[in-house]
């Protein structure tokens, strides 16, 4: 689906981004390909905060992704410091009884 999206909406698109967002922090982290996760949340990340900015909420859930990557790389104080930023800004954005900042809000706590 990523290289039909990118083929047909071109690497910019937000849709492309959100599947290559779903692909760096769910299919690459599962994978154990922590370096190559990060790296990629890192790319989708930058361009949604072009194109999109940073308070959309798909640059919420890449910058959400970012953080539990930099998490399982041991990377915990980044880790920490992100997820901090999520929570913010999902409290803002979304509201601080959103299913995705109560979310953020569960894991934050956990890994404190």
């Keep these: 689906m990523l290289k039909l999206r990118k083929e047909v909406l071109g690497t910019k698109h937000p849709d492309t981004l959100r599947s290559r967002n779903m692909v ?52 915990h104080v980044e880790a920490k410091a992100e997820f901090r930023t999520v929570l913010r800004l999902r409290e803002e954005v979304l509201g601080k009884d959103h299913p995705y900042t109560l979310e953020t809000h569960e894991l934050f706590r956990l890994i404190e």
């Design 24 to 75: 760096a922090g769910i299919i690459l982290l599962a994978q154990g390909k922590y370096a190559e996760a990060e790296q990629e949340c890192r790319a989708v990340l930058k361009l949604q905060e072009e194109i999109l900015g940073a308070k959309h909420p798909d640059t919420l859930n890449s910058r959400y992704h970012l953080a539990y990557v930099l998490y399982n790389l041991g990377k």
